[in-house]
């Protein structure tokens, strides 16, 4: 598992909208810094960002990138959330970068060697819940935390890899269900918007 690995995936469409009039495209409060929208298709989904001066980037996944990505993007959302990361995915992209800057040519370059750790805590969980899956077991908040460490090493990161506690996990493990719960009830069309504010602390508690 390699950390930012988001366009990797495959083509990402982007789109900028600066003072737009295209009733199709609403431009979020000022106060909002980042409205994220999952919309569901029948064969996959679409995700878009549009921040608070109305610009917008989107990406669009089919077949089993449409299964998979939902499910990522909403664990990025609360990880980010719940941690209160403010230079992760969902950080960046309301810093300007544009979805399809996560990825080969890195049109601005290697992502910040300052980021926050979002990627590997939601690469984990992505881990987990395919274990899961297949019969295995959740991992508790020191065994995350551990197998963060063993990635980190493995890399020769030199940033100190995160540590997450009970409480954080708890409350990242209750609000994925409720999210995805939310994006399994949706009927193709159907959107799920979610609103995010880098750094700012949650109020959500399991």
Do not use: N
């Not at 493995?154 to 409350?171: G, I, M, N, S």
Request: aromatic share 10%; hydrophobic share 45%; glycine share 8%.
């Amino acid at each position: 598992m390699a950390p930012w690995y988001r366009c990797a995936r495959g083509a990402c469409c982007v789109a900028t909208y600066a003072g737009v009039t295209d009733s199709t495209v609403t431009p979020v409060p000022f106060d909002i810094v980042l409205t994220i929208r999952l919309t569901k298709h029948v064969d996959g989904a679409t995700l878009t960002c549009v921040r608070h001066d109305g610009s917008m980037t989107w990406q669009r996944q089919r077949d089993g990138a449409g299964a998979f990505f939902p499910r990522h993007d909403l664990t990025h959302y609360t990880v980010e959330s719940v941690l209160g990361y403010r230079r992760g995915f969902y950080g960046f992209v309301a810093d300007g970068w544009d979805i399809s800057d996560f990825g080969t040519p890195w049109p601005r370059g290697p992502i910040p060697a300052d980021a926050d750790p979002a990627e590997i805590i939601v690469g984990l969980l992505d881990a987990e819940r395919t274990s899961l899956a297949a019969g295995g077991t959740r991992w508790t908040a020191a065994e995350l935390s551990e197998q963060a460490a063993v990635f980190y090493d493995a890399q020769a990161l030199v940033a100190r890899p995160p540590a997450v506690t009970d409480a954080q996990l708890a409350a990242i493990r209750a609000q994925l269900a409720d999210l995805f719960a939310r994006w399994d009830a949706l009927a193709p069309g159907d959107v799920l918007e979610l609103q995010f504010a880098p750094g700012v602390a949650p109020v959500f508690t399991p």
